[in-house]
């Protein structure tokens, strides 16, 4: 992986899911480490729900496999600290099975589930 593809300092969150004395869903996000990565735009669209335009744009993140980070599923989140954007991982793939870059499938936003 040519380390110039790697040029955005992104910080991985894995999500937690608690209940408050009512039974409500309390969704509480941890850091896990800063790391550098790739960020490319695959996809976007515009839907029209409930009287309102709402945008979904896709992305693959690139990431330098690492070991302490074996944990990583699609539970997690991860956040462009430079523009305060989040995006739910999809799908984690270990390319080529080799143990070297991860690739992730994103959805830009965060949800609740």
Known sequence: MRAGRLRHRLELYSKE??????????????????????IEPIRGRELFAQQQIQSEIEVRIMLRYTGSLNALDTSWVIKHPLTGKFYDVLAVINTDTRNREWELMCRQGMSED
């Open 17 to 38: 899911y608690t209940q408050d004395s009512y039974g409500a869903a309390i969704i509480t996000i941890t850091l896990q480490d800063t790391v550098w990565g790739g």
